[in-house]
């Protein structure tokens, strides 16, 4: 054991074990393209399944009210276990939480059991790991307020740690689902005033904008089942926006809802939503043009600046020194 302790608190090993790391990490990461096969066709595969999960529900739903389908993937035992025993849904489980968790694209008791599993072991497995780095191996010269001050810290980020993570992904989603709109749209419009119903808009739009964004495709998809099997159609519309979390989706939800309600046209609505959305995306690509030049001059200032002035004085100071 000590040796163990002594071989983790030798700087050169903690060193090389941060170099591999680091060099395992570089070659994954341009490998996976290499070995990730087509995500597009894995997506649109996962969906046509969970559609075909719900026709089962809706049908086992009309046959017999009391049978109940699972329509998700089981979580692990031990996830489920840990969570069932702690009443970790009580504690650390809150609406806000299964939102985002609907937002991020996991979806189903097993993502909820996923997410709370892991709410409680970051911070206790942080905490643990500061605690043996700051007071059995002592790395570092730190006072003691100071390495309980770590520890602390180091609880508080695992705590924080999921909800980052679910919030990079959400960020991530919506930008494509952004991107993609305005497209999808037209696309939409399109097939509308060629006489389409709005499901077969929908999957057909799904299947085109898939090469553009994967999220949105995913989304439509599971519209298209829900306007199929959904007793009322508005239900699915809500969840589309609630899904996206996007604004201009809730908007097109919106009108489709009132479209629905009082009959009237769908293709203009559309029409106006698409330019919007077109006008907002323009809008946001103006406001990062604009930002761009306060960005560049801190680097400017940095690195360029330095530069451009030892090219213009090295000259006259070798001229200096040689005439010297």
């Known amino acids: 054991m ?12 903690l060193t090389s074990l941060l170099v591999a790391i680091a060099v395992a990490a570089t070659v994954l990461t341009l490998a996976m393209p290499l070995v990730g096969g087509d995500r597009l066709q894995r997506r649109m595969k996962a969906v046509a399944l969970e559609r075909e999960r719900i026709r089962q529900r809706e049908r ?37 939480a299964k939102a985002k968790l609907t937002m ?3 979806r189903g008791h097993s993502a909820e059991i996923n997410f709370l599993f892991f709410r409680l072991v970051m ?6 790991i500061a605690a043996i780095y700051m007071f059995v191996l002592q790395v570092g010269h730190f006072p003691g307020l100071v390495r309980i001050g770590i520890v602390i810290a180091a609880t508080y980020l695992g705590i924080k740690l999921p909800e980052l993570f679910l919030a990079n992904v959400i960020q991530k989603r919506q930008q494509s689902i952004k991107r993609a709109w305005p497209d999808a749209l037209d696309l939409m419009l399109i097939c509308v005033e060629s006489s389409m119903s709005i499901e077969q808009a929908f999957r057909k739009v799904s299947q085109e904008v898939g090469a553009q964004s994967i999220a949105l495709a995913e989304e439509l998809m599971l519209t298209t089942a829900e306007l199929s099997y959904l007793s009322e159609r508005r239900q699915a519309y809500e969840n589309l926006g609630a899904r996206t979390g996007v604004e201009a989706v809730k908007n097109v939800t919106t009108a489709l809802i009132q479209a629905e309600r009082y009959g009237t046209p769908i293709g203009q609505a559309l029409r106006v939503l698409s330019q919007e959305s077109r006008d907002m ?31 213009i004085i090295t000259p006259a100071l070798i001229q200096v020194f040689k005439w010297q």
């Open 2 to 13: 000590s040796a163990l302790l002594a071989t983790l608190a030798d700087r050169q090993f």
């Open 281 to 311: 995306r323009m809008n946001e690509a103006e406001k990062k043009a604009a930002a761009l030049p306060p960005k560049l001059t801190v680097p400017m200032i940095l690195f360029f600046l330095p530069v451009l002035f030892v090219v």
């Open 60 to 96: 086992a739903r009309l046959g017999a009210a009391n049978q109940r389908v699972n329509l998700r993937p089981a979580p692990k035992p031990y996830m489920k276990e840990v969570v069932e025993r702690l009443n970790l849904s009580q504690w650390l489980g809150t609406e806000t």
């Open 104 to 106: 991020a694209g996991y």
């Open 123 to 128: 911070p206790i497995g942080l905490c643990v």
